[in-house]
């Protein structure tokens, strides 16, 4: 591609972006992640390619930010986590590229869940610890409400009850200081109350807290939107980790037709086999 790059382009392809960040939150990433990484290459192309201001490079470098954002999160969404690594800590590059705080916060947020799904514990309370001290998680509660709840989640995970409830609260606090006149950006769109209920059910089943837990993700999933397809199939399948006198009856409401992530259907047939045995 030739030519010069305005912010009238830069406008499409961060409406392009949104679109693929909405896909994910409503269904999952199972489709999405070579959509992304092909468009990375094509935007990666385009400024080898094109001259623009300085300007339009740092909302450009922004843009590759978040489609790696999103391409690691189709990828964690896959199973393939290495490669889900790669694409968050490309997401960290890019976003220091464009001086951008808040890509570099989502992309730290993004790295402390990779540690953690890998089972690196403190790492990613670390990560997330760093995260929390950058001026976008002080100004924006949105931010702050994310990373609160998954620091609540780390901590729960290394046995720290008390570090854990602490920072539940915080995100509770967060959560109500969201500026509900403003739009996020599509990629927190996902963070609404439903959510922030389903991540302290996480941190509640990782302290051992089951009765908690159970309530949270009941919470979550009556405050669900409907086109959230993936998030209500996921605490479904939550929920049926529960109590094991209606665990059956909940595994079996959980619907992934309209969901595309191996992760969750993974886990759903995880459940399925365990329960047939019990």
């Not at 912010?7 to 679109?19: E, F, K, L, Y």
């Not at 896909?23 to 992304?36: D, K, N, Y």
């Not at 595994?251 to 086999?273: E, G, K």
Request: net charge positive.
């Amino acid at each position: 591609m030739r030519g010069r790059l305005t912010m009238a382009d830069v406008d499409r392809i961060a409406a392009t972006i949104g679109r693929l960040d909405a896909h994910f939150t409503a269904i999952g990433g199972g489709a999405l992640l070579t959509v992304a990484t092909a468009y990375i290459d094509r935007l990666r192309t385009t400024m080898d390619g094109c001259t623009y201001g300085p300007r339009v490079e740092q909302v450009l470098h922004t843009a590759i930010s978040g489609l790696h954002s999103s391409a690691g999160w189709a990828a964690y969404d896959s199973g393939d986590n290495a490669a889900s690594r790669l694409h968050h800590a490309a997401a960290l590059q890019s976003g220091i590229l464009a001086k951008d705080g808040r890509a570099q916060a989502r992309a730290w947020s993004d790295l402390s869940l990779q540690s953690r799904a890998e089972g690196r514990n403190r790492e990613a309370l670390t990560i997330n610890r760093a995260a929390l001290e950058s001026r976008q998680a002080r100004q924006d509660p949105r931010i702050a409400a994310l990373l609160h709840s998954r620091l609540a989640i780390g901590h729960a995970r290394l046995g720290d009850h008390i570090a854990c409830a602490r920072s539940l609260l915080a995100a509770e606090k967060a959560h109500d200081r969201f500026d509900t006149t403003a739009p996020p950006p599509p990629w927190l769109r996902f963070l609404d109350a439903a959510e922030i209920a389903g991540l302290a059910a996480i941190a509640h089943r990782a302290t051992g807290r089951l009765p908690d837990a159970e309530r949270a993700t009941a919470q979550a999933l009556r405050l669900l939107g409907p086109s959230m397809h993936r998030n209500r199939a996921y605490y479904g399948i939550q929920l049926a980790q529960g109590d094991t006198t209606s665990a059956k009856a909940t595994a079996a409401t959980v619907d992934t037709t309209a969901v595309s992530s191996p992760r969750i259907a993974q886990r759903l047939a995880t459940v399925h086999r365990k329960l047939a045995t019990a």
